[in-house]
Nanobody, 119 residues
């Protein structure tokens, strides 16, 4: 299974950006899809997640500004980021809890995509 993000870049404060992530391979189902981010430093921070039934959860720092969505038929998850702030600058990672025909659900991570919010 491969998980690949796209959509990062440079944006001005107050602007918007949309991240996408797609999983490919021998997939039975994807239970939870999520986004995390990591600014310079050791801590990876939870941003948002969405269950297979569409239930969402957001970090307080992004609630009301970001929106997570998924397309189960395409095994994709997106993160619409609005009203971006400088403190949103980070590498954003896609996470998926994937079930395959041969193994129990396990974690898969994308390689990360850089989001920079600057004037």
């Amino acid at each position: 299974v491969q998980v690949v993000e796209s959509g990062g870049g440079l944006v001005r404060p107050g602007g918007s950006l949309r991240l996408s992530c797609a999983a490919s391979g021998d997939i039975s189902s994807i239970l939870t899809m999520a986004w995390y981010r990591q600014a310079p430093g050791p801590q990876r921070e939870f941003v948002a997640n969405i269950t297979s039934r569409g239930r969402t959860k957001y970090a307080d720092t992004v609630n009301g500004r970001f929106a997570i969505s998924r397309d189960n038929a395409k095994n994709t998850v997106s993160l619409q980021m609005n009203s971006l702030r400088r403190e949103d600058t980070a590498v954003y990672y896609c996470y998926m809890l994937v079930e395959t025909p041969t193994i129990a659900p396990r974690d898969f991570w994308g390689q990360g995509t850089q989001v920079t919010v600057a004037s």
